[in-house]
């Protein structure tokens, strides 16, 4: 077995950086700060990008940004239209030499989804050939939708090219980050360097709830105003309170649209001295008056009155396990969720979502670039958002990372970035077990890194080599 490292207390991380491929410039900036290299090495517009002429390496790693194949997205998935005919074809349906003329009038004037980068990632492939690769993107593109299409035909090619290609779903939440967050992750290696002896990591529980990501001490701003609790406390269900998170569980799904509504969490205040409204068992078309209104029990009664009829007496909550009801897509109607739990409340209206609750609100929803919602209840009344701090350690980024980004951009932009990126440990496990199977992969390392934001992959593989350097690849566990 070939060795990484001759000594065991180098720290020296063995792998180079050729260059990095991302097209949002405030992306860049953070990316540039997080590991410390220069804009030079950004080769920007991929698609204006000679793949002859990009510097040699041996593994590529990165994704495409998720939109046309997310569920929250259009679902345009690779589709591209003609501009001149109009007519829309796959273009992974055609073969890679044709494929930038469209099929039916043979015109270059061609309309491609942000998604088709995918395209770009395999013409880079194909022409550089790395020993092997990792591809990650949303759940939906192994879906019914995508599966038999795009995902095959994508998968196909990279077989044709000489590849042996493995995929797996895996949630963050199986391994050490308190987040709901699934996400299909691909392997591809040579042929002839594969001995058939990767295994994806099995998945665990180290004991990690998104109350030990909590800081300790938040600046007032990130708490949400009076008005706004209101809302949220006399909403039917109190389905907005999905977009509060359980801390005692994981995060829901970070998203890039978390910068307009970051995700929130709750304060305790169980003891508050006036009467919490929770709702109106009528409907929220009776208001807020005495009809109908269900009051929490952590609060004191309001006013008796005479209580004439019209359903006009107190009605308080009977909160089972200290638990809430949200509104959700099940025979029910709704889901529980705990105080102090995580909840998704994106669409607080919506009657066709599911998924809102995870275990509780124990585990968080899936954070993803662009949802509003996900929040943590602290308690009944006193409600704060997610920093953006807490959801770069929710994609398992380090609190240095996060003070390099901090510094380069604004805290909507590092919203956007967490909820883009890539969960870290579910790299470094993959990293960790493909190691273990293949090490002379890892020799000489020169990595092209391809649509991954902020940089998720190069941060997982510091760790490996901190890992291998140490040889220590124990999971870590929650004090």
């Given at each position: 077995m070939s060795h990484l490292v001759e000594n065991n207390n180098s720290s020296e991380k063995r792998w180079e950086l050729v260059n990095f491929c991302e097209f949002d410039k405030y992306a860049v900036k953070s990316y540039c700060a997080i590991h410390n290299v220069d804009e030079s090495l950004n080769l920007g517009d991929i698609t204006k990008i000679d793949e002859h002429n990009?510097?040699?390496?041996?593994?590529?790693?990165?994704?495409?940004?998720?939109?046309?194949?997310?569920?929250?997205?259009?679902?345009?998935?690779?589709?591209?239209?003609?501009?001149?005919?109009?007519?829309?074809?796959?273009?992974?349906?055609?073969?890679?030499?044709?494929?930038?003329?469209?099929p039916k009038c043979g015109s270059n004037n061609i309309n491609k989804t942000r998604s088709s980068l995918l395209v770009e990632y395999l013409r880079v492939i194909r022409a550089n050939k790395p020993n092997f690769g990792i591809y990650e993107n949303v759940k939906n593109i192994v879906g019914k939708q995508f599966k038999d299409t795009t995902f095959k035909l994508f998968t196909d090619e990279l077989e044709e090219y000489g590849y042996n290609v493995y995929w797996k779903v895996l949630n963050a939440k199986n391994y050490g980050i308190p987040q709901n967050r699934e996400r299909v992750y691909l392997i591809f290696i040579k042929k002839e360097l594969d001995n058939g002896k990767f295994k994806y990591p099995e998945p665990f529980d180290n004991g990690m709830r998104l109350k030990d990501i909590l800081?300790?001490?938040?600046?007032?701003?990130?708490?949400?105003?009076?008005?706004?609790?209101?809302?949220?406390?006399?909403?039917?269900?109190?389905?907005e309170k999905l977009r509060i998170q359980d801390i005692d569980s994981s995060c829901s799904c970070l998203l890039a649209r978390d910068y307009k509504d970051p995700k929130c969490i709750p304060t305790n205040n169980s003891d508050a001295n006036y009467p919490m409204r929770i709702g109106n068992i009528y409907g929220e078309q009776f208001g807020t008056g005495y009809a109908g209104n269900v009051w929490d029990k952590n609060g004191i009664s309001p006013t008796i009155t005479t209580c004439t009829g019209g359903g006009r007496q107190p009605h308080i909550s009977e909160v089972i396990d200290d638990k809430i009801a949200i509104r959700q897509a099940t025979k029910k109607g709704y889901i529980e969720c705990g105080i102090g739990?995580?909840?998704?409340?994106?669409?607080?209206?919506?009657?066709?979502?599911?998924?809102?609750?995870?275990?509780?609100?124990?585990?968080?929803p899936t954070i993803t670039a662009t949802e509003t919602g996900v929040c943590r209840i602290e308690s009944t009344i006193r409600i704060r958002k997610l920093t953006p701090k807490e959801c770069f350690r929710l994609m398992g980024f380090s609190d240095d990372n996060f003070k390099a980004a901090e510094s380069m951009v604004s805290n909507s932009q590092l919203y956007k970035q967490a909820g883009n990126s890539i969960v870290v440990d579910v790299l470094y496990y993959i990293f960790v077990e493909l190691y273990k199977a293949m090490p002379y992969l890892f020799e000489n390392l020169k990595l092209s890194s391809?649509?991954?934001?902020?940089?998720?992959?190069?941060?997982?593989?510091?760790?490996?080599?901190?890992?291998?350097?140490?040889?220590?690849?124990i999971k870590p566990q929650v004090d």
């Amino acid at each position: 077995m070939s060795h990484l490292v001759e000594n065991n207390n180098s720290s020296e991380k063995r792998w180079e950086l050729v260059n990095f491929c991302e097209f949002d410039k405030y992306a860049v900036k953070s990316y540039c700060a997080i590991h410390n290299v220069d804009e030079s090495l950004n080769l920007g517009d991929i698609t204006k990008i000679d793949e002859h002429n990009i510097s040699q390496f041996n593994m590529i790693c990165g994704g495409s940004p998720c939109q046309d194949f997310s569920v929250a997205g259009k679902q345009k998935g690779s589709v591209w239209t003609c501009k001149d005919c109009g007519h829309e074809y796959n273009p992974l349906t055609v073969h890679w030499s044709e494929r930038d003329k469209c099929p039916k009038c043979g015109s270059n004037n061609i309309n491609k989804t942000r998604s088709s980068l995918l395209v770009e990632y395999l013409r880079v492939i194909r022409a550089n050939k790395p020993n092997f690769g990792i591809y990650e993107n949303v759940k939906n593109i192994v879906g019914k939708q995508f599966k038999d299409t795009t995902f095959k035909l994508f998968t196909d090619e990279l077989e044709e090219y000489g590849y042996n290609v493995y995929w797996k779903v895996l949630n963050a939440k199986n391994y050490g980050i308190p987040q709901n967050r699934e996400r299909v992750y691909l392997i591809f290696i040579k042929k002839e360097l594969d001995n058939g002896k990767f295994k994806y990591p099995e998945p665990f529980d180290n004991g990690m709830r998104l109350k030990d990501i909590l800081e300790n001490e938040v600046d007032e701003k990130f708490y949400i105003s009076e008005d706004k609790v209101q809302k949220i406390l006399n909403s039917n269900f109190m389905q907005e309170k999905l977009r509060i998170q359980d801390i005692d569980s994981s995060c829901s799904c970070l998203l890039a649209r978390d910068y307009k509504d970051p995700k929130c969490i709750p304060t305790n205040n169980s003891d508050a001295n006036y009467p919490m409204r929770i709702g109106n068992i009528y409907g929220e078309q009776f208001g807020t008056g005495y009809a109908g209104n269900v009051w929490d029990k952590n609060g004191i009664s309001p006013t008796i009155t005479t209580c004439t009829g019209g359903g006009r007496q107190p009605h308080i909550s009977e909160v089972i396990d200290d638990k809430i009801a949200i509104r959700q897509a099940t025979k029910k109607g709704y889901i529980e969720c705990g105080i102090g739990g995580v909840a998704d409340l994106s669409y607080p209206e919506s009657k066709t979502r599911r998924g809102r609750v995870q275990e509780n609100g124990n585990i968080c929803p899936t954070i993803t670039a662009t949802e509003t919602g996900v929040c943590r209840i602290e308690s009944t009344i006193r409600i704060r958002k997610l920093t953006p701090k807490e959801c770069f350690r929710l994609m398992g980024f380090s609190d240095d990372n996060f003070k390099a980004a901090e510094s380069m951009v604004s805290n909507s932009q590092l919203y956007k970035q967490a909820g883009n990126s890539i969960v870290v440990d579910v790299l470094y496990y993959i990293f960790v077990e493909l190691y273990k199977a293949m090490p002379y992969l890892f020799e000489n390392l020169k990595l092209s890194s391809f649509f991954s934001g902020i940089g998720a992959f190069e941060i997982a593989l510091n760790r490996l080599y901190e890992s291998i350097n140490s040889g220590n690849f124990i999971k870590p566990q929650v004090d």
